[in-house]
C-alpha cells in the first residue's frame, strides 16, 4: 500500500475500469513474470548444454538375452524398397 500511495502522489491515477491498487498489482505480477521467465530460460539453456550427460542412453537387448520377455520387444527392420 505504502508504493501505492507513493504512486498516486506522483501522478499515477485510477481509471473508469481499473483501481490504483489492480493497477501496481497488474505492473507488479508482469514484472514478477518476466523475472521468473528470464531466470527459466538461463536455466533451460545451460540443462539443454548437458543433454549428454543427463540423457540416458539405452543399450540394445542382445539376441541371446536369458530373459524371455524381451522377446516380445522384438522389431525386424524392413527396407524400405520392400516397403514399395
Known amino acids: 500500500m505504502s508504493l501505492c500511495h507513493l504512486l498516486k502522489?506522483?501522478?499515477l491515477e485510477e481509471s473508469r475500469n481499473v483501481t490504483l491498487v489492480e493497477r501496481v498489482a497488474i505492473f507488479l505480477w508482469i514484472l514478477s513474470g518476466e523475472t521468473i521467465?528470464?531466470?527459466?530460460?538461463?536455466?533451460?539453456?545451460?540443462?539443454?548444454?548437458l543433454h549428454n550427460v543427463l540423457w540416458y542412453?539405452?543399450?540394445?537387448i542382445p539376441a541371446?538375452?536369458?530373459?524371455?520377455?524381451?522377446?516380445?520387444?522384438?522389431?525386424?527392420i524392413i527396407s524400405s524398397v520392400q516397403l514399395f
Do not use: I, T
Open 64 to 76: 541371446n538375452e536369458p530373459d524371455v520377455r524381451w522377446k516380445w520387444f522384438e522389431v525386424q
Open 37 to 49: 521467465s528470464r531466470h527459466f530460460h538461463a536455466v533451460l539453456l545451460v540443462v539443454l548444454r
Open 57 to 60: 542412453h539405452p543399450e540394445a
Open 9 to 11: 502522489q506522483n501522478g
